[in-house]
């Protein structure tokens, strides 16, 4: 069983920065696959960035150029710097990892970016 916990969310003003961790734990086997993806009420989840083991990344049209992700050597924790936010960037971003054919999330952590 693997378990992912979020950190670093939290109120930000528009064109600031905040940099999201999240760290896997539990019964460890490498991910092939990490990444964020940020949900707002009323619309579907979807991808912010990811970033697989041989660090190839991918990430959504509306944070390129802003957002980068970054993991450990051992795929056990990955990180999303965001810089230049807006409002629409205000969502619960979560964490996510596969391993294997499963699938984990993380429970979430609230980014609001608000003058």
């Known amino acids: 069983q693997v378990q992912l916990v979020e950190s670093g969310g939290g109120l930000v003003q528009p064109g600031g920065s905040l940099r999201l961790s999240c760290q896997a734990t539990?019964?460890?086997?490498?991910?092939?696959?990490m990444g964020w993806y940020r949900q707002t009420l009323g619309k579907e989840r979807e991808l912010v960035a990811a970033i697989a083991g041989g660090g190839i990344t991918r990430y959504g049209d509306s944070v390129k150029g802003r957002f980068t992700i970054s993991r450990t050597k051992s795929m056990n924790a990955v990180y999303l710097q965001m810089n230049s936010l807006n409002t629409e960037d205000t969502a619960v971003y979560y964490c996510?990892?596969?391993?294997?054919?499963?699938?984990?999330w993380g429970p979430g952590t609230q980014v609001t970016v608000s003058a």
């Open positions: 539990g019964r460890i086997i490498s991910p092939s696959a």
């Open positions: 996510h990892a596969r391993v294997g054919t499963l699938e984990y």
